[in-house]
């Protein structure tokens, strides 16, 4: 083997074996870098203004940003954070005393008299034999063991938030930084990319599209559904808002059903209890308000341009968060960019140079 073979290899291992361990030495903390790049995304164009306003103070600029992102961040989730756990356990306890008092039961038999519920209760008794079932019962038990288990997990839900609370501290520092020498960094790594030019360009747009879908089109479209979800139920007088407007926000990212799947059982509730205005004014809300914000909010965050299907964003979220923990919210979708941008830029290669591009014409 040649000399330059030979040097050729050792520098090909040497280079694969110090990536390797760079990784080794960044892992611990890289949900914490994920989290400050995202946040810092969503709030640099607020800290360009600041910038401008502070006349290029960038530690100055940085600073105040991130005690801003604070406010704005943590104080409002710590809130969030305790009034629903309190309003978790008051609903527990609820659920729990209405099984005691056979006033569940009650309720699910009125809600089997009415005519559809009716016809879905006969066929699924026919196919799985669940008349021999006892609802509350079931319920009682699973509450009880639900209640053991948070018991006996009481020692890691408090090394979970001892955990936070430092990946909070490492993301804050990350984002500092990002702020001061943000820009410095950015044209750092588009130099570093070993792509051609128009290639990078549209891998960046690309990125910057689905940060943009999925933060405002997924995460802020669900933040205003959960908060207008919630304000509904509170004026209405239903009791725990912070915890189904929470549940509206989460479930505002399935494509079927979403936020439906709480608002539709309350009004249903609300109507066997004998409660019709309130019923049918929660529907109206539902049908007019909760769910009309999504279809009036996605399109507008979302360009026309960021040609991401429902289904897709939807898939690569719970992905995303199945493989890395809630920062997949983010980085799930970034990995789905990422392969679809990379075959079209080998399909862009591929065409004929003389080929026009159909999407231009439309």
Same mark, same amino acid.
């Given at each position: 083997?040649?000399?330059?073979?030979?040097?050729?290899?050792? !520098?090909?291992?040497?280079?694969? +074996?110090?990536?390797?361990?760079?990784?080794?030495?960044?892992?611990?903390?890289?949900?914490?870098?994920?989290?400050?790049?995202?946040?810092?995304?969503?709030?640099?164009?607020?800290?360009?203004?600041?910038?401008?306003?502070?006349?290029?103070?960038?530690?100055?600029?940085?600073?105040?940003?991130? +005690?801003?992102?604070?406010?704005?961040?943590?104080?409002?989730?710590? +809130?969030?954070?305790?009034?629903?756990?309190?309003?978790?356990?008051?609903?527990?306890?609820?659920?729990?005393?209405?099984?005691?008092?056979?006033?569940?039961?009650?309720?699910?038999?009125?809600?089997?008299?009415?005519?559809?519920?009716?016809?879905?209760?006969?066929?699924?008794?026919?196919? %799985?034999?669940?008349?021999?079932?006892?609802?509350?019962?079931?319920?009682?038990?699973?509450?009880?063991?639900?209640?053991?288990?948070?018991?006996?997990?009481?020692?890691?839900?408090?090394?979970?938030?001892? $955990?936070?609370?430092?990946?909070?501290?490492?993301?804050?520092?990350?984002?500092?930084?990002?702020?001061?020498?943000?820009?410095?960094?950015?044209?750092?790594?588009?130099?570093? %990319?070993?792509?051609?030019?128009?290639?990078?360009?549209?891998?960046?747009?690309?990125?910057?599209?689905?940060?943009?879908?999925?933060?405002?089109?997924?995460i802020v479209v669900a933040i205003v559904q959960g908060i207008l979800g919630g304000?509904?139920?509170?004026?209405?007088?239903?009791?725990?808002?912070?915890?189904?407007? $929470?549940?509206?926000?989460?479930?505002?990212?399935?494509?079927?059903?979403?936020?439906?799947?709480?608002?539709?059982?309350?009004?249903?509730?609300?109507?066997?209890?004998?409660?019709?205005?309130?019923? !049918?004014?929660?529907?109206?809300?539902?049908?007019?308000?909760?769910?009309?914000?999504?279809?009036?909010?996605?399109?507008?965050?979302?360009?026309?341009?960021?040609?991401?299907?429902?289904?897709?964003?939807?898939?690569?979220?719970?992905?995303?968060?199945?493989?890395?923990?809630?920062?997949?919210?983010?980085?799930?979708?970034? !990995?789905?960019?990422?392969?679809?941008? %990379?075959?079209?830029?080998?399909?862009?290669?591929?065409?004929?140079?003389?080929?026009?591009?159909?999407?231009?014409?439309?």
């Amino acid at each position: 083997m040649k000399r330059e073979h030979i040097f050729l290899v050792a !520098i090909f291992f040497l280079t694969f +074996l110090s990536f390797y361990l760079f990784y080794q030495i960044l892992s611990p903390f890289l949900t914490s870098i994920f989290w400050a790049i995202s946040l810092a995304i969503v709030f640099y164009p607020i800290f360009q203004k600041l910038q401008r306003l502070l006349k290029k103070r960038n530690v100055l600029s940085a600073m105040t940003m991130t +005690l801003l992102v604070i406010l704005v961040i943590v104080i409002p989730s710590s +809130l969030l954070m305790v009034s629903l756990a309190n309003e978790v356990v008051e609903v527990y306890h609820w659920i729990e005393e209405m099984i005691k008092n056979g006033r569940l039961q009650t309720y699910l038999d009125q809600v089997r008299e009415i005519p559809i519920f009716k016809w879905i209760w006969e066929r699924f008794s026919q196919s %799985l034999n669940i008349d021999q079932m006892d609802p509350s019962g079931l319920m009682l038990k699973n509450l009880q063991q639900v209640s053991g288990f948070l018991l006996n997990q009481t020692s890691k839900i408090f090394k979970g938030l001892s $955990t936070f609370i430092i990946s909070f501290f490492f993301t804050l520092l990350s984002l500092y930084y990002l702020f001061k020498d943000g820009d410095h960094l950015f044209e750092k790594l588009r130099d570093t %990319l070993p792509i051609p030019p128009k290639e990078r360009d549209i891998l960046i747009l690309r990125f910057k599209e689905m940060v943009y879908a999925t933060i405002y089109g997924g995460i802020v479209v669900a933040i205003v559904q959960g908060i207008l979800g919630g304000l509904i139920f509170w004026i209405l007088g239903i009791s725990s808002p912070i915890l189904w407007g $929470t549940a509206m926000a989460f479930l505002s990212f399935i494509p079927i059903g979403g936020t439906a799947l709480v608002w539709v059982p309350a009004a249903i509730l609300l109507l066997v209890q004998g409660a019709l205005l309130k019923g !049918i004014i929660l529907l109206g809300l539902g049908v007019f308000g909760i769910s009309m914000a999504d279809n009036l909010l996605r399109p507008y965050f979302i360009s026309s341009r960021t040609n991401i299907h429902p289904l897709l964003l939807f898939f690569a979220v719970l992905g995303g968060i199945q493989a890395f923990g809630l920062i997949g919210l983010v980085f799930g979708p970034l !990995i789905a960019t990422l392969c679809f941008t %990379l075959i079209e830029i080998y399909i862009q290669g591929t065409k004929p140079k003389d080929s026009p591009d159909v999407r231009s014409h439309q």
